[in-house]
């Protein structure tokens, strides 16, 4: 999931940054040490983790092939918050600003990432961005976005699971009376035959 989610971060911030900057993801450098002019950067700090669970699905999915059969089932999708710490890392505080504005024009709690930069594992479920609280006791100094990213963490399908019926057999009998005794000396296993067996209403009886 976080993997994914960087990747999501990176191909949607690249095409709004100068020329020459770049995404990178981890620990920010310290306050006061250049990094370079011909290294400018978003810095994404991931800060922390916290489970949403009031968002959290709760039944599990039924994967199915071409013919409708189910061949898998995935586990309720649960989803998380990532709490990123964003600083811009440039010598020219120009460059600077307009990695900044790159990061507020990509933020729109109103709208998600765009599928095609999620990967496969997200398995079609919304990413969405919003702009989180400020902190800034770690860097006082250092200009701070905190970005929270809402995702889901999709588990792998479970594809062990028994197969159909072929076929299935009932027993009815009238009311007062048991149902019919099941076939002695058949082996436990895969059902393999589809007979109701109905006996017939007795005359005598008054609710008949």
Known sequence: MIADVNQALRGLLTPLLPDACEVRFGVPAPPGVETGPDRPALVWFLAGVREDEKAAETDWEDLRDAEGRVVARRPPVRRFDLH?????????????????????????????????????????????????????????????????ASAPLVLPPVTDIAGPADNIRLGVAPPGRPAPAPERGRRSGRWSSAIIDEEPPDPGRADA
């Open 84 to 148: 990123y710490l964003v600083t811009a890392e440039a010598a020219d505080p120009a460059v600077e600003a307009a990695l900044f504005d790159a990061v507020l024009i990509a933020i729109d709690p109103g709208r998600r990432v765009a599928p095609e930069l999620l990967g496969e594992a997200m398995a079609g479920r919304p990413v969405t961005l919003r702009l989180g609280e400020h902190s800034y006791p770690a860097q006082p100094v250092r200009t701070t976005l905190s970005v929270v």
